[in-house]
């Protein structure tokens, strides 16, 4: 039986390719993103661990920042004499570090990262921790020396004598490259600047008795964490953070983690599509070889095998399949991750191939998912050929499986598809963001489950639609290539299903997206007057000698700042809530207009003073005049007044639970040292727009981290920011159909092979080959529209209920991105045409009176 | 014996009567000394308005003659005429055009496309070429072939019989020079075998179409009005107006004596 199945595996291995692909695709996805990560984590894990100081001092980390804004926290810098002194310290010395610093050389080109990544300024303290060495040059020595490392001044091509102007919170100051450092370990893309002690205190922090930190080596004998001890025991266990090498390690590669995280999960992300998209493949190809071997496996069971053997015989086949598929996909995980890699490298980072790390768990997950992916897909197929009589050796049956019918599907998927619908109903209706979420999730799955399972159903209404005109544009050829995807309607939905649930995705996602983008159009017209903003494409905060240039620009008449802050409010039914609250100066009517329920701006805006939104307010038993116990970052805490409770729309997004606003003088009271994330900015009388829009721009040249935007460009800055999230998506859409097409070429080629016959027949009485190609094409082109279609129809649902998630959160707006679904219809059509060119090739080229003589 | 191709005029037009004609045609499989003749320099005039049955034992030929007169395979040698054009050399897409708009066919099996009902599979010719039926004479051939009532039936709805007249009403229906018929009863029963022979006989008679039928069913033959007996891949006899009792005398000398009569079969 072994021997028979080894036979067939490889008699058919030709149809089995494509279904390899299917499991190749998937296995490289895991393995891929597998090793990219462990890769990548490692090498961190090794950087961080060997530049981490035995034991570093850090000021105490108060609340989480949601959206930055721009304070740097800092300590005493003589803490570390006091440090020198106790016992077990062999070294104690300042660090003062700054994480978004600007740096542009003579002609205001940007000499930072391009990438995102940030550019750090330091304090050149060399030690055999560091990760960089001087290679050539001198350390830097005065307030107008600074080093650059290689990478940056490569790619730049700043040398040693060049000046540069380096634009720190406090303010810009010019440094000249005395020297070039290179890094000894792996770079992770950022840029590096050095300056001496002093000058990173003073220009950096904007202090010469502050610190970020104090990094203490242990003498001779002492631990780390015994050291730990003593620092704390000396500073006091609670004013202060003490952290060991490898914990200082362990939460840098966590900080690192988020961005290692999303990497992999999209990456997860890819893999699981493949994974998807790749189970209709091969449950389709297993189906059918089954349907073509019913006489074969008749004449085995006529000749003795039992159930078990043809069922085993099957499985054994998947079994080689999925070991075949996963050690290629294994290989070619290891390319892509070689590849990622290389991406990697020509954004910055600094990785060798050559390190790459392949761990136990991922030849594991390789083969658990390849293997595990084909036996599942071949249980139901195998257990079907089980089921064949031996009297299928004798009669000459059509094809099995064509007639069987379709109730028990239209039951399960009824049933399915009503807890899926209900479920969807039940998003809509909710009114908790996260109880919608998870119906939204549970019913996105269900419904996607019955669409799969009734999709046969649907094959014969939604087809003979779609390929009603068929026969009047495309006569006798589109009557029959409309009818053959009626043929086996069980195939043409499975085939169809692979393109479905990409195409479900991005229609559930661009509906979200557009609906989301109008709500901010909507919100932004509503909410913001004024003429320009200036502010950074990321959101990031920006030092203040930034406003002070744009308040003296001429014509800017009304400037007024924004600022982020952190703080949590205790409410009075007791909750402490962290949230971000916005600042504003005091003329905010002027560029805004903000519905209050109750109170004014001024009320809002006042000293010690704040506002919040009024659903949030009564949440939590708040009123106007009540006062909150507010804690700010740095540890300050006031008690503020509620001067106003808004009614707006969008109170609530980005982090900023509760909505709250307050005057900038009142957080500049209690958290000093923030920097603007936004200026608002009115045109003087007398100054046109486009006057003063130049003038802003010729005053932001030297500053090339912020950018001037009227309303349209603001808009178009939010748009772009949602529509990476849509460029995802279609990456995703981009790998599901390509298996989508892998699996219509599949079903094409296979049904192709089954009607040559019927081919032959039709090339005797007449058909042309062109004629035939064409009725190949149609046949994948209807296929391929009614997968689109079924697809976008279910995410279109999907993106209603996705909406209502969103109105729960504001976004109140809801919009269908039209142009993308006809270009994913048009999209999928043209997928079809591009599915069908080899089968049809293959049909054409047909002899004819091979084809006839057809067994 | 037939005739060597040498003496026969390339590109001669056939005379008057002749529906297809072939000169010297030959076929071959294979090459060098596993070279096997399936065709060996025959020579055959197909006269119209005729019911021509040509029969042989199984690897007689008797197929690939069929297959070669129809240009649906190549030729080895010698040439080929369809009325006055030469098919021989003829390129795919013309062959193609040939089939669709001069010659009808049946075949012993999977004659219908299984998707499209009977009247659509009778029409399918024509509407590849991209022209209309004429009407009248579709109403008659279904008229005659009783398909009335089953129009619009799928191939698997019907029997074995009526498959075989819906394949005989599509090869009648665009009014073909030839209508070439493989083993059209093979499948059949005795009852539906006489009522397809039946309607081609008609054919012949009351339509004026030409017949070409390949079978090894002396019974079959016997409607014909002229049988050709191949042996070895030559022609080695005709019999006019033959009967069943005659046509399986004839095709007994063929058993067990194959090698004597391929070297003496009858001079034409």
Request: aromatic share 4%; hydrophobic share 45%; charged share 20%.
């Amino acid at each position: 039986m072994l021997k028979a199945t080894l036979r067939s595996f490889l008699a058919h291995k030709g149809r089995l390719l494509l279904s390899a692909l299917a499991v190749v695709l998937s296995v490289a996805f895991v393995a891929g993103s597998l090793i990219f990560s462990d890769t990548l984590g490692r090498t961190f894990d090794r950087l961080f661990a060997s530049t981490a100081a035995d034991v570093t001092v850090r000021p105490q980390e108060g609340l989480d920042e949601a959206v930055p804004s721009g304070t740097t926290a800092t300590l005493p810098a003589a803490l570390a004499g006091r440090l020198s002194g106790v016992e077990g310290v062999a070294a104690a010395h300042v660090d003062a570090e700054v994480e978004n610093l600007t740096v542009v050389d003579d002609e205001n080109e940007p000499v930072s990262p391009t990438t995102g990544a940030p550019t750090i300024g330091t304090n050149w303290h060399p030690t055999e921790r560091s990760p960089v060495e001087l290679t050539s040059g001198h350390a830097p020595d005065g307030p107008g020396q600074a080093l650059l490392d290689s990478e940056t001044a490569d790619r730049t091509g700043v040398r040693i004598g060049d000046s540069l102007t380096v634009v720190a919170p406090p303010g810009s100051f010019r440094v000249e490259v005395v020297g070039i450092v290179t890094f000894t370990t792996t770079n992770p893309g950022a840029a590096l600047l050095f300056l001496d002690t002093p000058t990173a205190q003073t220009k950096l922090l904007g202090d010469a008795k502050a610190a970020t930190g104090i990094s203490v080596e242990a003498a001779a004998g002492v631990s780390d964490d015994l050291l730990k001890r003593r620092v704390a025991d000396a500073l006091g266990p609670d004013a202060y953070e003490y952290r060991t090498a490898a914990e200082q390690a362990e939460s840098d590669v966590e900080q690192l983690g988020g961005f290692l995280d999303v990497i992999k999960y999209v990456m997860l992300g890819f893999a699981g599509i493949a994974v998807l998209v790749g189970v209709f493949l091969i449950v389709n190809t297993f189906s059918m070889l089954i349907a073509q071997r019913t006489r074969e496996l008749g004449l085995l069971r006529a000749l003795g095998a039992d159930r078990r053997q043809v069922r085993r015989s099957v499985l054994t086949e998947a079994l080689l399949l999925g070991v075949v598929g996963s050690t290629l996909g294994l290989a070619a995980g290891i390319g892509l991750a070689a590849g990622l890699i290389g991406l990697m490298n020509a954004i910055g980072m600094n990785i060798s191939s050559a390190e790459m790390v392949i761990g136990w768990a991922t030849p594991v997950a390789a083969y658990v998912v390849g293997i595990g992916v084909t036996f599942v897909a071949a249980y139901l197929p195998a257990r079907r050929a089980a089921a064949v009589s031996p009297m299928a050796a004798l009669t000459d049956a059509e094809v099995a499986g064509v007639g069987r019918p379709l109730r028990l599907r239209a039951v399960v998927g009824g049933v399915v598809g009503a807890a899926g619908a209900a479920a969807l109903a039940g998003c809509a209706a909710a009114t908790e963001t996260a109880s919608a979420a998870s119906l939204l999730g549970l019913g996105v799955v269900l419904t996607l489950v019955a669409t799969v399972i009734a999709g046969p159903l649907l094959v014969r209404p939604v087809i003979r639609v779609l390929g009603a005109a068929f026969p009047a544009l495309f006569g006798p050829v589109g009557r029959m290539s409309q009818r053959n995807a009626l043929r086996n309607p069980r195939r043409t939905g499975a085939t169809a299903a692979a393109l479905m649930v990409g195409l479900a995705l991005v229609g559930g996602m661009s509906v979200a997206s557009a609906s989301m983008t109008e709500s901010f159009d909507r919100q932004i017209d509503r909410t913001l007057g004024a003429d320009f903003i200036v502010q950074n494409g990321g959101f990031m905060p920006f030092p203040r000698e930034i406003t002070d240039r744009v308040r003296e620009t001429p014509g800017a008449g009304l400037v007024v700042r924004s600022r982020f802050a952190p703080l949590a409010v205790r409410l009075p039914d007791g909750d402490r809530v962290e949230t971000t609250a916005a600042a504003y100066d005091p003329r905010l009517d002027e560029v805004a207009s903000i519905s209050y329920a109750r109170g004014d701006t001024a009320g809002a805006l006042a000293a010690g003073h704040l506002a919040m939104d009024a659903d949030f307010a009564r949440e939590h038993g708040v009123r106007l005049g009540s006062t909150l116990p507010v804690e700010f970052q740095g540890g300050r805490t006031a008690e503020l007044t509620v001067g106003a409770l808004t009614d707006m729309e969008s109170a609530e997004g980005f982090g900023a639970r509760g909505g709250l606003f307050l005057g900038l003088e009142t957080l500049q009271r209690y958290a000093p040292g923030g920097q603007e994330s936004a200026l608002y900015v009115n045109a003087a009388p007398g100054t046109g727009d486009d006057e003063l829009r130049a003038n802003l721009e010729r005053t932001l040249d030297p500053y090339p981290q912020v950018q001037v935007r009227d309303i349209a460009d603001y808009k178009k800055l939010v748009h772009d920011q949602i529509s990476v999230l849509l460029y995802l998506v279609y990456a995703l859409l981009g790998l599901a159909i390509v298996i989508a097409v892998l699996g219509v070429v599949n079903t094409l080629a296979l049904s192709v092979v089954e009607r040559t016959r019927e081919i032959g027949l039709l090339r005797a009485i007449g058909l042309s080959r062109r004629q035939l190609r064409r009725m190949i094409r149609l046949e994948s082109v209807v296929i391929a529209v009614f997968g689109a279609v079924l697809g976008l129809a279910l995410g279109l649902v999907w993106g209603v209920c996705i909406q209502q998630v969103l109105a729960l959160q504001g976004m109140t707006a809801f919009a269908v991105p039209w142009g993308t679904v006809v270009a994913v219809v048009i999209g999928s059509a043209v997928v079809g045409v591009v599915a069908a060119l080899l089968p049809a090739l293959r049909a054409s080229r047909m002899n004819v009176l091979a084809a006839i003589a057809h067994e | 014996m037939s005739t060597p191709a040498a003496e026969h005029a390339p590109g001669l037009a056939p005379a008057d009567g002749i529906a297809a004609r072939a000169r010297g045609l030959t076929k071959a499989y294979g090459s060098g000394e596993t070279t096997v003749l399936a065709l060996d320099s025959v020579d055959v005039d197909i006269v119209r308005g005729r019911f021509t049955a040509v029969m042989g034992p199984s690897g007689s030929g008797k197929s690939t003659l069929m297959h070669c007169l129809a240009g649906l395979d190549t030729v080895s040698a010698g040439q080929v005429w369809l009325g006055n054009t030469e098919i021989t050399g003829l390129r795919e897409r013309e062959l193609t055009r040939l089939r669709r708009d001069r010659i009808g066919f049946m075949f012993q099996s999977f004659n219908l496309i299984p998707t499209l009902n009977a009247l659509e599979n009778i029409t399918l010719p024509m509407n590849i070429a991209g022209r209309d039926p004429d009407r009248a004479w579709l109403d008659q051939v279904i008229d005659t072939l009783g398909l009335r009532d089953r129009l619009k039936h799928r191939p698997a709805q019907l029997s074995g019989g009526q498959q075989q007249r819906v394949a005989c009403a599509r090869a009648l229906v665009s009014r073909p020079e030839l209508i070439f018929a493989d083993e059209p009863t093979g499948n059949l029963d005795s009852r539906a075998g006489l009522e397809v022979l039946g309607f081609l006989r008609e054919a012949v008679d009351d339509l004026g179409q030409t017949v070409v039928m390949v079978t090894h069913d002396p019974g079959a033959a016997a409607h014909s009005d002229l049988v050709l007996f191949l042996a070895d891949g030559r022609i080695v006899d005709e019999m006019a107006r033959p009967t069943a009792e005659a046509v399986l005398e004839r095709m007994r000398l063929f058993t067990g004596a194959g090698s004597r009569f391929s070297g003496d079969g009858a001079e034409d």
